[in-house]
């Protein structure tokens, strides 16, 4: 098979390199340039791990790129020029350069990846074809819904809303230009004008990316795991900041709250039952009655919300963040047109006048996002009502929604900025937050991003989903491959937003797969109520019990925030993780991992009684609501579904970390729970992490807590070390330790060479003990038997 693929590649590069002569070779600080007939090759390492080929075809020029921040040249290079090629070698990636006929061929660890074919820039295009091998599965390409291995596809490069979209979806919101490859390696086109991908459609063993416009240039990253290929790639394109903790509780949101009353009424009402809540989200009707003619007023509608201000410092009293919805558009028949007009900050038609178009809300002109002038007015409006107390940020639109193609903007024309819009807007909110409230961290939630969107601390949704078992269906695969592509918070309007479709068990399974994806907000059309506490008894019941677990885990999935932020690793994770080599994990998304230690299975039918769970074969599983079911590594088995959760499953050996706090913007964590899944043939590694929760780069400034808990395999000795950071004012910790599955001889432990009892009341229970740490104190615990 090797062999029949080389010379297919050999014959498409005669063609694609027809015209193409190799004249010279030279190396200037690690930029290695090779000169052709036709233009010149700058190839550069970025590490060991990643490498940049650009083409500058002769007449042409070079432009900088949006994604890449980690722009250092790794100078490490075993360089060596022989008669009839050049070899450039990192370690893990070698490019060989051959003269004539004229390639560029990609290895990792000694094995072809892929050969550049074809690669070309005219006034009309740009274009790039590179091999790939005939048993490979290709993921990215952005938020699509294709099935996992989106081989086969040509995927659309045109950031577009999809309305109510279900199991299928060939266009959205995030049109990425990347692919991963299942052999694990990664592919990025640095170019951000509209064009095409495509993922062999052809079945020639060939990817094809074409653009209307911009640079020949793509970077090639390899890992020798997945956790370290898209390590490699959030290093090169930035990493997410650590969100404001709250974020990670529950949501209040609706399209849309229509009044001060009708919001404060609804806080209200989880408070009444008894239903966390950490913020509330404010859809267009904050600046106005109605949906269309509004857009752009930008201004509290007083008749609806009289006290605005005294709202927000309610609910802040309450422990609830308000965040409010802006749109890049400004209408005609808003209060804002004279001014934004005046201003100079609308993108312009052919005659320099501003651009003024209809769409659904009315007729409008778009902020020109890469004017200073622009920047600095639309801050304004965000700085007016942060003073007032709102503390994140909806952009919602930022596709943009309609974007006619002879929109002209400062940078360029629409197709050149019709992709990355959203990702700058984010970038403007970043970057004014980090000059006026340096300590502050924003959220932002946004609906369309680029490459690298990610180090703004976006936090991506997947649109417009129809409220049906079709839409949820199609979720987790959306997050999964957003986070193996950087955006690791990516998240769905639970129950689901389009359509007036009242199904319970369709939003309480909505809401249990919620416990277990980055961001817990219910969110719909207003026609069915998205919040639990206006849903029928029953749903109110087991949603309730679905966000008290949500924030039982908070401190579970602070630390996947926190590892996400030190890493790029995704919070929801492929099973291939587990099994990269396993073909047959590539296909569909019916399972996946939340973090290292869960196993979650989304019910996505309606009224299930058995779901097939593959379980993966480096761990035994053990089931997260009834620890006396253990199930072996490797099998595919039926599950009996419950109605008041999905199944989730622990990886045995691991310390799942709970805590009782009902606020996760204000929660202290300073009672724990460590629930220990024993297994002595198993090794435990688990890192919890802790800080004030709003500080930005609070690791980075040392004001954290780590408690770093192991085991190693067949020892009887669970230690817990914690580390602080030197500006961290130290804390007492109230730890309980609940040992699952733990064997009946054992009745006692020690804790630094003191015993204690099993505090458990019910001998059926997990066996209990209760221990104090401080920070900076290292606890060894001998689990006796």
């Given amino acids: 098979m090797r062999f029949t693929i080389r010379i297919f590649l050999l014959l498409a590069v005669t063609v694609g390199y027809a015209q193409r002569e190799y004249q010279s070779y030279s190396n200037d600080n690690g930029i290695h340039t090779i000169r052709v007939s036709d233009g010149v090759y700058k190839i550069r390492f970025f590490s060991n791990e990643a490498v940049e080929t650009e083409f500058i075809a002769n007449g042409s020029t070079t432009e900088s790129s949006l994604a890449i921040v980690d722009k250092s040249v790794y100078r490490e290079i075993k360089s060596r020029e022989l008669s009839d090629k050049i070899n450039l070698s990192s370690g893990l990636i070698r490019v060989v350069v051959t003269y004539k006929p004229f390639s560029i061929a990609y290895y990792k660890s000694g094995q072809l990846i892929a050969t550049e074919l074809a690669a070309s820039r005219t006034n009309k295009e740009t274009s790039v074809k590179l091999s790939v091998n005939a048993d490979e599965s290709l993921l990215g390409g952005g938020s699509r819904v294709l099935g996992m291995n989106r081989r086969g596809n040509k995927l659309r490069l045109y950031n577009k809303a999809h309305y109510g979209y279900e199991t299928r979806s060939e266009l959205m919101n995030y049109c990425i230009p990347m692919y991963l490859s299942s052999e694990l390696y990664g592919v990025h086109f640095d170019n951000t004008w509209v064009?095409?991908?495509?993922?062999?459609s052809g079945k020639q063993n060939v990817v094809t990316y074409s653009a209307e416009g911009g640079p020949v240039r793509y970077q090639i990253f390899a890992g020798r795991t997945w956790k370290d290929l898209i390590k490699t790639y959030t290093t090169l394109t930035g990493r997410q900041p650590l969100p404001p903790r709250y974020a990670l509780g529950n949501f209040s949101s609706r399209f849309g709250y229509h009044s001060q009353k009708e919001a404060e009424k609804t806080i209200a009402a989880f408070k009444k039952e008894g239903i966390p809540v950490d913020a509330i989200i404010f859809d267009l009707y904050w600046f106005g009655t109605t949906i269309k003619e509004t857009m752009g007023n930008l201004e509290v509608w007083r008749d609806s919300f009289p006290k605005f201000e005294k709202m927000i410092s309610k609910f802040s009293k309450q422990g609830i963040k308000t965040i409010l919805i802006t749109e890049p558009f400004i209408l005609k028949s808003s209060s804002k047109w004279n001014e934004a007009v005046a201003e100079g900050i609308l993108a312009k038609d052919s005659l320099s006048q501003p651009a003024v178009y209809d769409f659904y809300f009315g007729t409008t002109g778009l902020i020109d996002l890469d004017k200073p002038k622009a920047k600095e007015w639309f801050w304004n409006v965000y700085d007016k009502f942060i003073k007032k107390g709102v503390a994140g940020w909806w952009g919602d639109l930022g596709e943009p929604e309609v974007h006619p193609k002879w929109v002209r903007h400062e940078s360029g024309v629409a197709h050149q900025v019709h992709n990355v819009y959203g990702h700058k807007w984010a970038e403007l909110l970043a970057t004014k937050y980090a000059e006026n409230y340096p300590n502050t961290r924003p959220f932002i939630l946004m609906r369309s991003g680029y490459s690298g969107s990610q180090r703004f601390g976006m936090i991506p949704w997947s649109g417009d989903v129809n409220r049906t078992w079709g839409g949820l269906k199609a979720q987790p695969e959306i997050a999964l491959q957003m986070g193996l592509q950087g955006l690791g918070y990516m998240h769905?309007?639970?129950?689901?937003?389009?359509?007036?479709?009242?199904?319970?068990?369709?939003y309480v399974r909505?809401?249990?797969?919620?416990?277990?994806q980055p961001i817990f907000r219910p969110h719909a059309q207003e026609e069915v109520a998205s919040e639990p506490v206006f849903r029928s008894e029953n749903a109110k019941k087991l949603a309730r019990k679905a966000i008290l677990e949500r924030y039982a885990?908070?401190?579970?999935?602070?630390?996947?925030?926190?590892?996400?932020?030190?890493?790029?690793?995704?919070?929801?994770?492929?099973?291939?993780?587990?099994?990269?080599?396993?073909?047959?994990?590539?296909v569909n998304a019916d399972g996946y991992l939340w973090g290292n230690d869960f196993l979650v299975v989304p019910v996505t039918d309606a009224k299930l009684d058995e779901k097939t769970v593959y379980f993966p074969k480096t761990a035994r599983w053990v089931d997260y609501y009834?620890?006396?079911?253990?199930?072996?590594?490797?099998?595919?088995?039926?599950?009996?579904?419950?109605?008041d959760h999905i199944p989730v499953f622990v990886r045995s050996g691991a310390v799942i970390p709970t805590c009782s706090d009902l606020n996760a913007?204000?929660?202290?964590?300073?009672e724990l729970t460590l629930s220990y899944y024993y297994n002595e043939n198993y090794p435990t590694v688990a890192t919890v992490y802790f800080d004030d929760g709003t500080t930005t780069n609070a690791f980075e400034k040392g004001n954290y807590e780590l408690l770093r808990i192991t085991k190693d395999t067949g020892s009887e000795t669970l230690n817990i070390k914690s580390e602080k950071g030197t500006a961290f004012k130290a804390v007492k910790r109230k730890i309980t330790l609940k040992i699952i599955q733990a064997p009946k001889t054992l009745t006692a432990i020690e804790v630094n060479g003191k015993l204690l009892k099993n505090n458990s009341k019910s001998a059926d229970a997990a066996p209990s003990f209760s221990f104090e740490i401080t920070s900076g104190q290292e606890i060894k615990i001998n689990l006796k038997k």
Avoid: H
Wanted: aromatic letters at 14%; zero cysteines; proline letters at 7%.
């Fill in 665 to 670: 913007g204000s929660a202290s964590m300073k």
């Fill in 195 to 200: 064009g095409d991908l495509d993922l062999d």
């Fill in 553 to 586: 885990l908070l401190p579970y999935n602070y630390s996947l925030a926190f590892e996400n932020n030190q890493n790029g690793t995704p919070l929801m994770r492929p099973l291939f993780f587990e099994e990269p080599t396993n073909k047959s994990l590539f």
């Fill in 626 to 643: 009834d620890p006396t079911k253990i199930y072996e590594g490797g099998k595919y088995v039926p599950v009996k579904t419950a109605e």
């Fill in 510 to 516: 909505w809401l249990q797969y919620g416990v277990f």
């Fill in 492 to 506: 769905s309007d639970l129950g689901g937003f389009a359509g007036a479709n009242l199904d319970d068990e369709l």
